[in-house]
């Protein structure tokens, strides 16, 4: 037998989707500060007075200790604590759809592969953001996270000037602006003409005033609250943004949440219209 010690880990680490394995087992995609996406297996993570229940939950900001053999793909969690629960206090349906959305996306695409401690940085801050934001501003912080992703992916919207032909926003009036995500940002009517508009979406002056609060750093959020018309027009361009940009991307199931829940909320109104190309209710 070996006498060499098992390699281990440990650090902070955030669930992002868990399922369940055996007669009282979890399996956990965990994103980690120090080690990327690992997955773990929580052994008897299900029975109620396993220490290692409250560890596995998705959304939670939790600190490990795990193996890390290079030889498995899957890891044993050994132990931790409890960081944070964003769900613990005053749940909205608002909060917990938006919370498990951007799970998925980061589970699913991994944006900006490589860059895992980025990736990692960004999900933590907007997890402890949301678990404290006021009711009302959950779907910008979403979109300025979902902007923050595109960031990392290195595909940033670019809205300065038409990124065809270079002329000034200032110069343009409402009415001549398209955002486009083949393009990469902003294009001009004249260039939209020109077939530069794929897939574009005019850009109103009152969306492009909140361009800013989404465009914002991590650390300075939270973000504004949107109209109902600037929500509607950011979540379907981010969304097609996200589409064009980011491999394996696909709208976030999570988001049915507030379409189950449409008719008493409005929050839960503006999301089911944010993307009306994909509700088929
Ligand atoms: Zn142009």
Redesign the pocket.
């Known amino acids: 037998m070996s006498v060499l010690p098992r390699p281990a880990a440990s650090g902070r680490g955030l669930v992002l989707r868990t399922w369940p394995t055996g007669e009282t087992s979890v399996v956990a995609s965990v994103l980690t500060a120090e080690h990327g996406l690992v997955r773990l297996m929580a052994k008897g993570a299900r029975q109620t007075r396993s220490r290692l229940r409250s560890l596995v939950q998705p959304g939670r900001l939790a600190d490990l200790e795990y193996s890390l053999d290079p030889d498995r793909e899957l890891q044993y969690l050994r132990g931790g604590s409890l960081a944070l629960d964003p769900l613990a206090t005053a749940t909205t349906l608002e909060r917990t759809a938006y919370l498990l959305a951007a799970l998925e996306i980061v589970d699913r695409c991994r944006p900006g592969h490589g860059h895992e401690t980025g990736l990692f940085t960004l999900c933590q801050e907007y997890v402890q953001v949301l678990s404290c934001a006021d009711a009302g501003i959950e779907a910008a912080l979403y979109y300025a996270f979902e902007v923050a992703l595109l960031d990392l992916q290195g595909v940033r919207p670019l809205l300065e000037d038409?990124t065809?032909?270079?002329?000034d926003r200032g110069d343009l009036s409402e009415g001549a602006l398209w955002l486009s995500p083949a393009a990469g940002g902003m294009?001009?009517a004249?260039?939209a003409e020109g077939g530069?508009a794929a897939g574009a979406r005019p850009l109103t002056a009152d969306a492009l005033a909140r361009w800013n609060d989404l465009a914002a750093a991590p650390q300075h959020w939270p973000a504004t609250i949107l109209s109902r018309a600037s929500a509607r027009d950011w979540g379907v361009m981010l969304h097609r943004f996200l589409e064009y940009h980011l491999p394996g991307y696909r709208l976030p199931t999570a988001l049915d949440l507030l379409r189950a829940g449409r008719g008493n909320s409005s929050a839960a109104r503006i999301a089911g219209e944010s993307h009306p190309e994909e509700d088929g209710s």
Do not use: D, L, N, T
């Not at 065809?164 to 002329?167: T, V």
């Open positions: 038409c065809q032909c270079g002329r294009v001009c004249a260039c530069a």
